[in-house]
């Protein structure tokens, strides 16, 4: 009988160890994060297949020194967008 108090206390004590760390944040929704993964993958597919589109034009005629930096430019502008926070952070998870 002692054992299995002393089993059910270490059970509680997990159970509530997870559920503070949960109330700290320490710990998040996996349904959250592939959401979050999902829209950052969906936003970087679709900047990619629009990148050859948007600078074919401003590449006629030029150097290749020239189109390096534009496109250099414009691989840069989206890494600098998928930086940032697609979602906020502070939104309660699931």
């Keep these: 009988m002692s054992e299995a108090r002393t089993a059910l206390a270490r059970e509680q004590t ?3 160890r997870l559920k503070n760390a949960v109330a700290r944040r320490e710990y998040v929704s996996l349904a959250g ?3 979050e993964v999902e829209t950052m993958f ?3 597919r679709e900047r990619l297949v629009s990148i050859p589109g948007k600078i074919a034009a401003s590449c006629e005629m030029r150097e290749r020194r020239d189109v390096e930096e534009i ?3 414009e691989v ?3 890494l600098d967008e998928l930086s940032r926070p697609i979602l906020p952070l502070d939104r309660p998870t699931e």
């Design 14 to 16: 997990a159970a509530l």
């Design 33 to 35: 994060v592939r959401r």
């Design 42 to 44: 969906a936003m970087l």
């Design 71 to 73: 496109v250099r430019d």
């Design 76 to 78: 840069y502008e989206l």
